[in-house]
């Protein structure tokens, strides 16, 4: 079963650059079949989907972030990373990584990481 | 981007009651629906896909339905698990969206 884990810092000043990588065991990211996503959830609200990258480096941002996101992946450490550019208050949240087959019969999320913007 | 209403945004019900969540999208999607249920201080959890196939290892007492705009989210008997904040997306078109969120509590 694929398992995933985010890491990365959980603060971050207002106008510097989020990070997050997310390491997949279970699985290989390189054997394709599947959507690696960032979703994020603001504390207490709904979920937001960010983005996905593919095995083969292809992308989809969510048009409401475009400008400031960039996922990428690093098939040798069996990992896809978020990045997420000048950042206010508005990006604190939950930040969660998951991965959809591209028939949607195998979904599996990370536990989620709280990342607060704040000086 | 395509919008999913919930409805309700909250209910209460009692240990085998059946429940029912509807999410509505703004605009066709087909059978492009997911549901999950999230608890608190954790993770979504999928449970069903394309409208009202079950991921596996989701018991049976879970159902879904629907196609075009209309869906449905069924819990048959209601369990002290199931207490939980439930949420459709839509992945007919990006971006994926999700809907609101019902909470279901505990009567």
């Known amino acids: 079963q694929v398992q995933l884990q985010e890491s990365g810092p959980g603060l971050v000043k207002p106008s510097q650059t989020l990070s997050l990588t997310c390491t997949v065991s279970g699985g290989s990211i390189s054997s394709g079949g599947y959507y690696w996503s960032w979703i994020r959830q603001h504390p207490g609200k709904g979920l937001e989907w960010i983005g996905y990258i593919y095995y083969s480096g292809s992308t989809y941002y969510n048009p409401s972030l475009k400008s400031r996101v960039t996922i990428s992946v690093d098939t040798s450490k069996n990992q896809f990373s978020l990045k997420l550019s000048s950042v206010t208050a508005a990006d604190t949240a939950v930040y969660y990584c998951a991965s959809r087959s591209e028939l949607g019969n195998s979904d599996y999320w990370g536990q989620g990481t709280l990342v607060t913007v704040s000086s | 981007d395509i919008q999913m209403t919930q409805s309700p945004s909250s209910l209460s019900a009692s240990v085998g009651d059946r429940v029912t969540i509807t999410c509505r999208a703004s605009q066709g999607i087909s059978n492009y629906l997911a549901w999950f249920q999230q608890k608190p201080g954790k993770a979504p959890k999928s449970l069903i896909y394309?409208?009202?196939s079950l991921q596996s290892g989701v018991p049976s007492k879970f159902s879904g339905s629907g196609s075009g705009t209309d869906f449905t989210l069924t819990i048959s008997s209601l369990q002290p698990e199931d207490f939980a904040t439930y949420y459709c997306?839509?992945?007919?078109?990006?971006?994926?969206?999700f809907g609101g969120g019902t909470k279901v509590e505990i009567k």
């Open positions: 394309a409208a009202s």
């Open positions: 997306q839509q992945y007919n078109s990006y971006p994926p969206t």
